[in-house]
């Protein structure tokens, strides 16, 4: 039995032990704790008052727990879910260490059919997971997404960093990273991109009617990232039927000594989609960033899912149509799919220090 005290409710909640089979004991079924009048801060002790040895760890016999200090917000929740290792100790006790973690209520989606200004603030602020702004795209250029998708200059991306395979119209800076700094053959890239883009005289043109939309949004047209004067990509089109590993985004991490000549006070993500299968391509996003310890999971571009074990999270499956914006420092995936394409227009948004917004990809 391990009793969780609440400090300044004076409270204390007893949940009952279950022994599992990899010597761990698990506290089930979780407690929801609810704060009362106001904002109050939930602290646990902890203590360390030994357990009686497996076979009989339903006994009486508690432990006073928990290294956690988690904000409860009035008429909201939060879940506390445990699960510690045991150690035998010679005297024939044993002990558990007790973490507790705390779901965030403001960690959530929000389903709109508008997506406005404060939306994106909330996102770079930490009080959404996400905004599914629902037909997103004009009814026009909703009407044949099919037959849009089908003229689009699209072409493998490099399969020994990126895994599943993925196609993509147009470079992104993350993929010429070197030693901290953009590889001068990004610009290459971009030239022969914006080349195609012509090329394929897309009428209409869903990068140009993201941007605008996103204008609207924003009060203000967006303009492309510049580095040293020169405008980079602004937005791509990628297409990811297999999924996507778990990953995290983060343009001052990759370019910690700089990139852009616009000073970034956030970064957001839209995902704009134009095709998505019958079953499966749905995101999820966890309430995690990156720790340095990480790279020791990281498999290509991306990560084992083991970095978000047991991490709340939000998946999100939005329609053709939709729009998805969300922190892309938080780790992310995508499902596979089955029975369809999963194609959409993909950017990053930056919040400058002068209020503006700048894009790329």
């Known amino acids: 039995m391990v009793t969780l005290h609440r400090q300044n409710a004076g409270s204390l909640v007893d949940l009952p032990l279950h022994e599992a089979a990899d010597d761990t004991a698990t506290c089930a079924p979780p407690t929801r704790l609810t704060g009362a009048s106001g904002v109050t801060t939930a602290a646990y002790e902890s203590s360390t008052t030994p357990v009686s040895r497996l076979p009989d760890l ?4 508690t432990m006073r727990a928990a290294m956690c200090h988690e904000p409860v917000h009035e008429r909201t929740s939060a879940t506390v879910n445990i699960k510690s290792p045991l150690s035998h100790r010679a005297d024939g006790t044993t002990t558990m260490t007790l973490s507790v973690t705390a779901d965030d209520p403001l ?12 939306h994106l603030v909330r996102l770079a ?27 689009m200059p699209l072409s493998s991306v490099n ?30 890239h971009v030239e022969s991109a914006r080349t195609a883009w012509a ?24 303009e492309a990232a510049r580095i ?21 985004d983060d343009v001052a991490r990759e370019f910690p000594r700089g990139l852009f000549d616009q000073k970034l006070v956030a970064q957001l993500a839209i995902n704009v989609y134009l095709m998505m299968p019958s079953v499966g391509g749905e995101t999820t996003i966890w ?11 990281r498999i290509g571009f991306g990560y084992d899912s083991e970095v978000v074990a047991g991490v709340q999270s939000v998946t999100v499956r939005p329609e053709p149509g939709d729009a998805l914006v969300f922190n892309p420092r938080f780790y992310h995936s995508v499902a596979g799919g089955q029975d369809g394409r999963r194609v959409s227009v993909a950017m990053f948004i930056g919040i400058t220090t002068g209020g503006n917004l700048a894009i790329w990809s």
Not at 107 to 118: N, R
Not at 170 to 175: E, S
Not at 287 to 297: C, N, S, V
Request: net charge negative; proline share 9%; aromatic share 6%.
């Open 159 to 188: 399969s020994k960093r990126v895994n599943p395979p993925v196609l993509r119209f147009g470079p992104t800076v993350n993929d010429f990273v070197a030693d901290g700094q953009l590889d001068p053959g990004y610009w290459t």
């Open 58 to 61: 339903a006994r009486p016999g």
């Open 287 to 297: 309430r995690r960033t990156w720790e340095p310890t990480d790279e020791a999971a």
């Open 228 to 248: 040293a004067g020169r405008p980079v990509m602004a937005g791509t089109i990628r297409e990811s039927n297999g999924g996507l590993r778990v990953h995290f």
């Open 107 to 118: 960690f959530s989606e929000e389903v709109v059919t508008g997506l406005t200004k404060d």
């Open 125 to 151: 602020t930490g009080t959404l997971a996400c905004v599914h702004a629902r037909a997103f795209l004009p009814a026009e250029l909703r009407a044949d997404l099919a037959g849009l998708v089908d003229r």
């Open 199 to 222: 090329a394929a005289d897309l009428d209409p043109d869903p990068l140009r009617i993201c941007l605008e939309g996103l204008g609207e949004v924003w009060g203000g047209p967006p």
